[in-house]
């Protein structure tokens, strides 16, 4: 059995935490399916008890230990736990450093410790109808007017829409000579003009609250802009890595869990009067599977080391994310075969693997766009092999 390296605190940190979600969320998710939406309370609940933000300075109330691990625990028990559904790595890992990253002083002041404690969730809007890994087909737009900006246009498909307090949006501001000159943001809950769409419905992930945004001469103040303006492209680019990790790290794990459902499944049903696992095709089946998560899982956490260390690239993000999501995909459609009629049972857990996993070779970049990075790079003149490369 490969070893896993985390430490003794970070051991001790995933146990706390699964106790965390046994108690406080898993009872909830069922209510919440039904609603279409997580209650805010989760949020909370998880910061009141340090699980929202592990890595924010001390200042702003987080612990202030950056180690992409604490994440990647709460990731994987979030997955193995079956409550996908809450987005709490959306607003704590993907949308908060954006803030630390590109943000000043007086906005992580003004922001972050609410964040930390789960009174201001966040979400980040970048998808439009017509523009969703394609970026430079953004209409969204925003002109400056003396001290503030005026913004205008609309989002959908924005994860964490209904709940958001705080959302980081991203519009072009000289859409006439530059498609990539964009500027970020900082768009708050009651501001005049911002108004919410439906809560959309989708195939999986049920109680996440997924949304149209639309902006309506937002006045936005300057002091709310993040970053430099202009360089909000850029800004996208540079957290894409991050984001495609923390989904690599979200897919696998659901695909692990998909596995030990479907292997306790086979070795219970029987069929012409013998367990189904006593059948070489299960058994040849599940071991091709098993062999494809443990080598992912190798993958997947060298990335974490890399990211930990400043090394992980983009092309490096991009293969994680294409080889998880498409493992999560292949191991619930594995799972829901193998279950036969009650695999497409709502009532079964692998039913709901089956249609949860069915976004994660969209969003985050298609497997399509996935494997454009990858091919550009790999066929480029100095590319680098993976075996010269040191994470």
Known sequence: MLQRDFTDEQNMFREAYRKFLATEIVPQMEQWREAGIVDRSAFGKAGEQGFLMIWPEE????????????????????????????????????????????GNEEQ????????????????????EPDAGSDLAGMRSSAVQQGDHWVLNGSKTYISNGINA??????????????PHHMTLFLVERGMEGFERGRNLKKMGLKAQDTAELFFNNVKVPRDNVLGEPGRGFYYLMEGLAEERLIGAVGYLSSAQLSWDLTA?????????????????????KLAEMRMQ???????????????????????????????????QMAAADLGVQLHGGAGYMDEYAISRQFTD??????YAGSSEVMKIIISRACLSDNYQPFNTRNF
């Open 165 to 178: 307090d705080l959302v980081i949006v991203a519009a072009k501001t000289d859409p006439a000579n530059n």
């Open 357 to 362: 996993a069915r976004i994660s070779t969209i």
């Open 108 to 127: 992580c002041q003004r922001f972050l410790p609410g964040c930390v404690r789960g009174d201001t969730i966040l979400a980040i809007a970048m998808t």
């Open 264 to 284: 306790d499944y086979v070795r219970e049903r029987k069929a012409f009067g013998k367990p189904l696992a006593q059948f070489q095709n299960t058994q040849f």
């Open 59 to 102: 200042k702003y109330g987080g612990m202030g230990d950056p180690d992409f691990r604490f994440e990647q625990i709460i990731m994987e028990e979030t997955a193995y736990a079956r409550v996908g559904d809450w987005f709490s790595t959306l607003h704590s890992r993907l949308v908060g450093p954006y803030l630390t990253r590109f």
């Open 293 to 327: 998560l443990d080598v992912a899982q190798c993958y997947v956490d060298q990335c974490v080391h890399a990211f930990n260390s400043g090394a992980l690239t983009a092309v490096d993000a991009a293969a994680a994310k294409l080889l998880t999501s498409e493992l």
